[in-house]
């Protein structure tokens, strides 16, 4: 089973609509992370959040926003007023202890390719 | 500016070289990692590192080996390349993360490798 699970793999939408893109994460550590970021088609990744599991305040950053549920074990990613540069491959991440010396190892969603039209 | 470096974007080799691919960080951050994309998969771990001579086995290990001789330096080896091994290769960095700081990863451009 994914431990990190992007059900959407592809999202088309018009500029201007809002847009969520889904991120459930699955986990039996009571300490962990979560990421989120941006593959634009030049291709290079681009870190946009963190969160550890000890702070479920939700965030927002102008037009982007994160809402994270440890009930659902869900950190889903908003984008308001969508824009066609927002165009990329999105990708949620988890961070779980396991490595030698307590570090932690990174998981990626498979990433949803999400697409603006103008 | 902070930076990720690969030593080549694109690279062709033939079934059987064996392939070097170098990534360079300049922040100083101590785990560095070895992922390969492809198409429907999303990012796969090959290995990390999370201290100069240390390395440990990620998701998919198998055909490849890494070295770090250096903190800054982090090498993915192919030691006898084979055509399922075409992908895109991307290195990362971070500091380890610990308490509201760390884990995020900074990327290099990615190496597109085609084993014919």
């Known amino acids: 089973a994914q431990k990190v699970t992007q059900a959407q793999t592809e999202i088309s939408v018009v500029e201007k609509e809002d847009v969520t893109l889904d991120c459930v994460y699955e986990?039996?550590?009571?300490?962990?992370?979560l990421f989120w970021y941006k593959q634009p088609p030049s291709g290079e990744l681009v870190f946009l959040i963190r969160?550890?599991?000890?702070?479920?305040q939700n965030e927002i950053s102008g037009r982007y926003s994160w809402n994270f549920q440890k009930s659902t074990s869900s950190f889903n990613f908003t984008i308001t007023a969508s824009q066609v540069v927002d165009s990329a491959v999105y990708f949620c991440?988890?961070?779980?202890?396991?490595?030698?010396?307590?570090?932690?190892?990174?998981?990626f969603g498979r990433g949803t390719s999400l697409i603006v039209h103008p | 500016d902070v930076k990720v470096t690969q030593s080549s974007r694109y690279l062709v080799k033939r079934t059987g070289e064996k392939v070097f691919l170098e990534c360079v960080q300049d922040m100083d951050h101590e785990n560095m990692f070895w992922y390969r994309q492809d198409p429907g998969l999303g990012l796969r771990l090959i290995y990390f590192s999370y201290d100069v001579k240390m390395k440990e086995k990620g998701d998919i290990p198998e055909g490849y080996s890494v070295s770090r001789e250096k903190k800054e330096r982090f090498s993915l080896i192919l030691e006898s390349a084979s055509t399922n091994q075409t992908s895109m290769y991307l290195c990362a960095s971070s500091h380890p993360a610990w308490g509201d700081l760390g884990g995020e990863q900074f990327f290099g451009p990615g190496t597109r490798l085609t084993v014919l």
């Open positions: 969160r550890n599991s000890f702070d479920e």
């Open positions: 986990t039996r550590d009571t300490t962990y992370y």
């Open positions: 991440a988890l961070s779980e202890e396991g490595g030698a010396g307590g570090s932690y190892i990174p998981t």
